[in-house]
């Protein structure tokens, strides 16, 4: 079975950076492509980012676009979210999760992912 585990997150402050891991665990992760979801206390989860087992093709939700970037490193069985100029609506709990096949036709829907990670969290504040 897949495993997924999340990393890097912690405290930061307005305007700084963190960089988020995915490590996958049980297979190797080059077949699988990845979203990263976020849940802020009291909000609904939300997609994030999208990268494709390839890594060929990318996503982003717009409020994290030209501040987040995606990557992966099948090598190393990981996905990073690189995230700058963090702001503080971006803290929430970070979820990484893949779906049973290499591709979902609606990236951002919790139900077409079938692992998840444990969460890491993420903190903006000043």
């Known amino acids: 079975q897949l495993q997924l585990v999340e990393s890097g997150g912690g405290l930061v402050q307005p305007g700084g950076s963190l960089r988020l891991s995915c490590a996958a665990s049980g297979f190797t992760l080059d077949t699988y492509a990845i979203g990263w979801f976020r849940q802020a206390p009291g909000k609904e989860r939300e997609g994030v980012s999208y990268?494709?087992?390839?890594?060929?093709?990318?996503n982003y939700a717009d409020f994290v676009k030209g501040r987040f970037t995606i990557s992966r490193d099948n090598a190393k069985n990981t996905v990073y979210l690189q995230m700058n100029s963090l702001k503080p609506e971006d803290t929430a709990v970070y979820y990484c999760?893949?779906?049973?096949?290499?591709?979902?036709?609606?990236?951002?829907?919790?139900?077409?992912?079938?692992?998840w990670g444990q969460g890491t969290q993420v903190t903006v504040s000043s």
């Open positions: 999760a893949a779906p049973k096949r290499g591709t979902v036709q609606a990236i951002y829907n919790s139900y077409a992912y079938d692992y």
């Open positions: 990268i494709s087992s390839s890594g060929r093709t990318t």
